[in-house]
């Protein structure tokens, strides 16, 4: 398929890796710390790049699968997990590792449930909206204001919605030791937090095995092959099963006039996995690149000797949004719903809506102007890097959303808001960097997500099945 | 731009789902191409690039070849045959 690419494309792509050099270079030289930020900012671009070039969409994996027998996504996400998980091992067992596993329970399966039929009406997952957008594409960018709105919105939930917290997690949430600006006895979410979540057990694969996630054995053994490498196997044995070993078969039979044994499927489970050199070679990058950035922003705490940008940015002058105990949301590898959180909360900030009395923004992540936050330095240079390869395949093109497409996008990103709340992170946080640091509660978020993809194209089946029957019934033809 | 759906010519049909995002082509297109019969051409215009992984891969799977493909400016033309 020949493209035409046009010369002011190759000119918008000079403008806008231009324009994040200079932001490197000028805040460079105003003080060293800002590589920091720049550091976030060169990953979140290549990570742009990636996702743009492979169509790489978590919510694609699933759905795709469900809705019209396309596995070539869920293939894609294997690879980058597996790849993930092999520097993420590799970073682990030197010490390097920025991930902290999250508490296990079945909030994470109700999360990525809520979490995947949000995925499915909004057209893209949360970091599949991000390269969206930087395709023009208009409905992502409604996404993405869905998402953080509501976000922002649900971690300060409070006044009625307190009838609804089980009497437990209030009693629990009181006993955690808390500065007086925080009010954790006002909030659904504080209380969810401080007083369910937070007593959840953390579970990784290594430790399963009795291993140290920091050892080469537990970090190999324990989290990259029992943790991923076997569950990946077996995930995408159940996926050629279900889905491609039918054509593979009907192929085969047709030219070699026999069934196929169990050589020959093995051969088809394969072909499965290389089918799409697009999506498979983003996943390969993008696994690399995650495990690598984890190793560069450890390298840079430890220069600056500090654990957490906060310091960095109190150090820089820059004190508003900082949280209680002195920190910024500051993941160390790649995350995408905490960043879009807090430009939103930083907003209602500044219109006067005092947010920082939650744990979310005013105990943990803070809601530092998003000019100065490290992870939205990430999400916007992850637009740009998208915006980049969408321009050089001249694929780019601006789409205004229609109403039934908005529609779609605002449902699909609150459910997604939400979802991404309950689990502390969405299918990147939750999912993909969990997963790979051998972290159980990410496959279980997994799960629900698969969950919630099978309700949502259930829904949407029946809804394109009404748009297409209103289509062809004016039509004087018979199909 | 709303859905859209016609008849070009006997055996050739012409679904244009241009401002639609994911999953909204691929779905139209599978449901389409399940009405046509066997022998039918459909011509399917639409912008979404992801789009274009998935209904190639679709159309594989199910049998359907693709007789063409073109692509300008963020729009793609892809002639469907349904086997």
Redesign the interface.
Known sequence: ????I?QKNRIWVLVIVGFFALISIGTYAIHEYYIYLSAYLWFGFIYGMCL?YG?F?F??AF??LF??????MVVGIMIATLLFSITSSLVASTGWSTFHAAPWSVHAIIAGLIFGIGM?FA??CAS?SLY?AG???G??MLVILSISVTQSSFVDLGGWFNNLVPKSWAESALTKSMPSSIKVSDGWVDQYLAGYVWDQPVITFAKLLGLEDTSLVGAFVGNTFLGVFLPAICLLAIVYTL??RQ?FT?DFEASEGHKPGLADHVRGYWEMIV??K??AIAGLFLGIACGLQMFVIEGLRMKFGVKNAGTLLQRLGHDFGISAKGTVFDPGYWYVTTQEAQWVGWVAQKLGWNNMDNIYFGWVNGIPNPAINPADWMSVALIGGAAVM?LSN????W?AP?K??AFWALLGGAFMGIGSRLALGCNVGAFFVRTANGDVSGWSFGLGMVGGAYVG?KI??WY??R??AK??AN?D?D? | ???????VSDGHYLLDVT??????P???T???LE???SGDELELVF????S???IS??C????NPILD???????FIFKIKKG
């Open positions: 398929m020949e493209i035409a046009p743009q169509r969409c919510a694609s759905r795709d809705a019209v027998g396309v596995p070539r499915v057209g893209g599949g969206k395709e023009g594409n409905v992502s889905w491609s054509r009907l089918s799409s697009r999506t969408a001249g694929e780019f093109k789409k229609t039934e497409l194209v949407f089946n394109t099945e748009q297409m289509e062809m039509l033809f199909l | 731009m709303p859905l859209s759906f016609s008849k401002g639609y995002v994911c999953p909204h691929q779905l139209y599978k449901k389409t009405k046509m019969h912008d979404n690039p992801s274009a992984e998935s891969a679709m594989t799977r199910e049998g493909k073109q692509a300008q400016e963020g729009k």
